[in-house]
């Protein structure tokens, strides 16, 4: 294999490892710790307090 062909390679794995920490992150932020939307929950009354 070539050099540029290492860095190509290289270079991909780098941009799919960074593109799912941005992704996992973002859906991190969503959701609570119980798997809940946080922009879906009233915040006055949360339908599990009774």
Do not use: C, H
Not at 22 to 50: A, H
């Amino acid at each position: 294999m070539k050099f540029g062909d290492v860095v190509y390679i290289v270079a991909m794995i780098v941009f799919a490892w960074i593109t799912f920490a941005i992704v996992r992150g973002n859906f991190q932020r969503k959701f609570d710790e119980e798997g809940r939307r946080k922009d879906l929950i009233d915040e006055e009354k949360s339908p599990r307090e009774g």
